[in-house]
């Protein structure tokens, strides 16, 4: 069910801890006159996925409160004249294609049909503790918009909203960014940006770079479901054995797993042991060894049979293999999901260089030809995403350690975590974020059922908890 901030209930009963105060409009400081940009292939699967919810904790005294606000809420509306599409709508054009708008003539002193929803609000009994937490708490909703709300919304709600929650040791800013309009790498060169703005910059270091025609100049139609309630609907599990009525959704549970630089380095190690005496192959990244680790022990977690299929899947950054290359301050999507799958007895049998091979080869082959030919494929056959289209027993890597997300310093100081919402998160969704020790370290951030996390839980060799 979609939600709003400061409301949430569990099985129908209100658990709302939070007080909104305010809510508002910001808008781009500088006239933009007409502006538009249409969606394209790489950003147009994600219509059906949900807002992407991010939440940034920081250690601030109660009483700034409201000079932290005004700062921040003058800086969003700066960097909102360079990142525009932030402040517009989705839209169609004449025929039908998905678009980005922004006018000045549409604006009013409330904002009218475009701008950011920014809201304020309260929650004096809560502590940054409590909200960062590894196992994520149902109070992280409370402080972050639209869980629960699909990409296709943007069509009439604004492509960001923005709530600061005034808690007892400090602020809580819960972005909600429409998946549709940016990717990750895009969402943190704006968090960045806006960071940069709000510390005193007269102008942000690296403009974001909005020629989307220049990565996919290909204008593709959808036939949009009618609301987000359809669209689930219509991709709800069927279980035949049990006369197509759909499945009982499962119990998830979300944590974050921190692996420190040590740590991050023995699992590299580990998984390159074999290298060299493996016909001279190519040495294992440290994403392809974090990757392989996370994908043995969750398929250990889930007590897969040995002849079970496990797939994993990879969202990957694509700027530096389209032809022409794009610039990282490419601002849209520009990522595809890449798929590799083997069976779980050979994936625990064969050593974790097997899987590690599997995931580098999938992810070397992925070149401009193979982007060219699934972008071809998807024009010719649209096809919206859902979370099945994972695969089978699927482990599925998103986000990145490389963005530097303790680097977002507004200017009272580095974030005491970073968070995901519960939008986008399933069966075995991951997102790795830079760890708050900064250097290697890795935040695991993991989704499972929650008996497969609890076995999850309990697995020395995936944990590496006993690293000197």
């Known amino acids: 069910m979609a939600t709003e901030n400061g409301k949430l209930e569990i099985n129908g009963v209100s658990v709302g801890k939070v007080k909104v105060l305010n809510k508002a409009t910001v808008l781009p400081s500088k006239k933009l006159g007409k502006k538009e940009t249409f969606l394209t292939t790489f950003d147009l699967p994600y219509v059906t996925f949900y807002y992407n919810q991010k939440v ?8 700034d409160f409201k000079q932290i606000v005004e700062k921040l809420k003058d800086a969003l509306g700066v960097v909102l004249g360079e990142f525009w ?28 049909k475009y701008g950011v929803e920014v809201v304020e609000a309260a929650a004096v009994d ?21 869980t629960g709300v699909m990409n296709l919304e943007g069509l009439h709600r604004p492509l960001l909203a923005v709530q600061f929650t005034k808690v007892k040791d400090g602020i809580a800013i819960g972005c909600a960014f429409n998946h549709a309009v940016l990717d990750g790498n895009a969402t943190w060169h704006f968090m960045s940006s806006w960071a940069e703005i709000s510390r005193g910059a007269p102008t942000i270091s690296v403009p974001p770079f909005h020629d989307r025609a220049k990565a996919r100049n290909t204008r593709v139609k959808l036939d949009l479901p009618e609301s987000t309630k359809a669209h689930e609907k219509a991709t709800e599990s069927q279980d035949p054995s049990d006369g197509g009525e759909p499945k009982p959704a499962p119990r998830l549970r979300e944590k974050i797993f ?24 190519k040495p294992f990244s440290t994403f392809q060894s974090l990757g392989v680790h996370l994908w043995r022990a969750i398929s250990r977690a889930r007590n897969l049979k040995a002849e079970d299929y496990t797939v994993s899947a990879v969202f990957m950054d ?65 096809k919206l995403f859902n979370y099945k289209d994972a695969g089978i027993n699927s482990v599925v890597i998103g986000s990145s350690p490389r963005f530097k997300i303790y680097e977002v310093d507004f200017g009272f100081g580095k974030a005491e975590r970073v968070k995901s919402g519960s939008n986008n998160k399933f069966d075995g969704m991951i997102y790795l974020y830079q760890g708050k020790d900064e250097g290697k370290s890795i935040d695991v951030e993991v989704t499972l059922e929650a ?18």
């Open 126 to 146: 809560i502590e940054l503790a409590e909200l960062a937490q590894n196992e994520a708490s149902p109070l992280l909703q409370e402080v972050v918009h639209y």
């Open 318 to 382: 694509c700027r530096k293999r389209v032809d022409p290359p794009m610039p990282d301050s490419y601002c849209g999507n520009l990522i595809q999901a890449i798929f590799t799958v083997t069976v779980a007895g050979m994936l625990q049998a064969s050593g974790a260089e097997y899987g590690a091979g599997l995931l580098q080869k999938v992810i070397e082959e992925h070149d401009r030809e193979a982007i060219e030919k699934r972008s071809l494929e998807w024009e010719a056959a649209p």
């Open 85 to 112: 599409p932030l402040a517009g709508r989705l839209g169609k054009d004449e025929e039908g294609v998905l678009r980005i708008e922004f006018s000045d003539e549409l604006v009013d002193g409330d904002g009218g």
């Open 56 to 63: 940034l904790l920081y250690k601030a005294k109660a009483h």
């Open 258 to 281: 921190p692996f420190s630089e040590k740590a991050v380095d023995r699992i590299k190690s580990q998984v390159n042991g074999n290298v060299a005496s493996n016909g001279g192959c």
């Open 451 to 468: 008996e497969a996390m609890e076995n999850l839980e309990k697995d020395q060799d995936f944990l590496m908890e006993n690293i000197n």
